[in-house]
Each structure stands twice: as C-alpha cells, then as structure tokens.
Nanobody, 121 residues
Framework: QVQLVESGGGLVQPGGSLRLSCAAS????????MGWYRQAPGKQRELVAT???????NYADSVKGRFTISRDNAKNTVNLQMNSLKPEDTAVYYC???????????????WGQGTQVSVSS
C-alpha cells in the first residue's frame, strides 16, 4: 500500500522554528514533484512549496526567505524547514507527491494525512 506519512508538526511561539518531514512508502516506480500545502480554518488549501526531482524549488510569496524545502531522492522523503514562524502560518500542512507506481503506468497525486502547525504565544 502506497502512502505518505508526515511528522514534525506542533505548537511553537512566534519567531520559532519547526521541521516537517514526509516519507513515501510502498511499491513506487518513480516520484516526480513533491511539495507541501496548507489549509487554515475557513480557507482553501494553498501551495507552500514544491520541489522537482531535479531539486528545483518554488515557494509561495508568503513563505519566501523563511521556509526551505528539500528532498532526498534515495529515501523518498521531502522536508520543510520553517523558520521565523508567524501566527498566520497556523494551518494543517499536507505533503503531496506525484507518484508513478508502475513503469508504464500513469502519474497520480498522493497526499499525506496532514499535520497541525500552530503558532501562538
């Protein structure tokens, strides 16, 4: 069974840091783009950052200079280092990956279960 498992959320004070991790497991032929999205209460899910298999990155303007996305292709993991956190960063954070399960199969979007990040004093 293919799944994305996230870890690393929690409660932190403004200005603090957290590191989110996500591991893809199961029978996977290849992984394309990986990324992090977030959804705050009453709002739509939004892109936070993405990274290609070639390690090119893309960030939402709201997190540029504060968040860093990285991945380890050998371990099928993607991480999000979040620094200088603000109360408006509070949301459920979801890991996303585009997975090809078979050599001649199609590519599908997979999502993690979500991890809560709360920034409050």
């Amino acid at each position: 069974q293919v799944q994305l498992v996230e870890s690393g959320g929690g409660l932190v004070q403004p200005g603090g840091s957290l590191r989110l991790s996500c591991a893809a497991s199961g029978s996977i032929f290849s992984i394309g783009n990986m990324g992090w999205y977030r959804q705050a209460p009453g709002k739509q899910r939004e892109l936070v950052a993405t990274i290609t298999s070639g390690l090119s990155t893309n960030y939402a303007d709201s997190v540029k200079g504060r968040f860093t996305i990285s991945r380890d292709n050998a371990k099928n993991t993607v991480n999000l280092q979040m620094n200088s956190l603000k109360p408006e960063d509070t949301a459920v954070y979801y890991c996303n990956a585009r997975l090809q399960l078979r050599r001649f199969g199609g590519v599908e979007d997979y999502w993690g279960q979500g991890t809560q990040v709360s920034v409050s004093s």
